[in-house]
């Protein structure tokens, strides 16, 4: 059964406190994504990885960081740095290769609240 | 920074009505994605049309892209109460290392 998943699907933190998202696929996927999506909007790039070893910055990456050891993970570490935390996480692979082509598979997504 | 803006924010209509999403944007695509996503739920993608295209089809789906005006729309014919959902837009840019752009979506209610 092939998918990307995340865990957990609810988490609460206290303020101050690092926390880390879990993202996993079994697609054979090289590029993997997180976004943050708030109420009423839109998805947000928090970091991209093209390929193992390797990630890039999105549009709101201060305050997270994230690792890519593994093709099949790419955990996101949500630091005390991070202003406003609280928010729905999601989590997207896709094949790469396919030129001009970019369809994300995205995971159930990670609601984190923090308090 | 978002490059698709839907329209209208939000739509509400009967069972068995066809409902019509807009999506305009500002810069050169590679192609434009439409994703529907359920109340707390990951996005799901619904149809691709790549910038050389004018129109697909996916089921009930039809998507048109006018490059010119820098536009797409996704009608969804026959609807469901099922189809209520949120519907995002994203357009895949021309730049090497080009990443999907969202729009804030358009909340669809099918009212049964």
């Known amino acids: 059964d092939g998918g990307i998943t995340q865990s957990p699907k609810y988490l609460f933190r206290k303020e101050g406190q690092n926390v880390t998202l879990s993202c996993e696929q079994n697609l054979n996927h090289d590029a993997m994504y997180w976004y943050r999506q708030d109420p009423g909007q839109g998805l947000r790039l928090i970091y991209y990885s093209q390929i193992v070893n390797d990630f890039q910055k999105g549009d709101i990456a201060e305050g997270y960081s994230v690792s890519r050891e593994k093709k099949e993970s790419f955990p996101l570490t949500v630091t005390s740095a991070q202003k406003n935390p609280t928010a729905f996480y999601l989590c997207?692979?896709?094949?790469?290769?396919?030129?001009?082509?970019?369809?994300?598979?995205f995971g159930p997504g990670t609601r984190l609240t923090v308090t | 920074s978002q490059q698709g803006e839907e329209d209208p924010q939000a739509l509400s209509i009967q069972e068995g009505e066809n409902a019509t999403m807009n999506c305009s944007y500002k810069?050169?695509?590679?192609?434009l994605q439409w994703y529907r996503q359920n109340s707390g739920r990951g996005l799901v993608h619904l149809i691709l049309i790549r910038s050389n295209e004018r129109e697909k089809h996916s089921g009930r789906l039809r998507v048109t892209l006018d490059t010119s005006k820098k536009s797409s729309s996704l009608l969804i014919t026959a609807s469901r109460a099922a189809d209520t959902a949120s519907y995002f837009c994203a357009t895949d840019g021309t730049g090497a290392n080009s990443k999907l752009t969202f729009g804030k979506g358009i909340t669809l209610s099918v009212r049964p």
């Open positions: 810069t050169s695509i590679n192609n």
């Open positions: 997207a692979s896709s094949i790469k290769g396919l030129a001009g082509a970019n369809e994300q598979y």
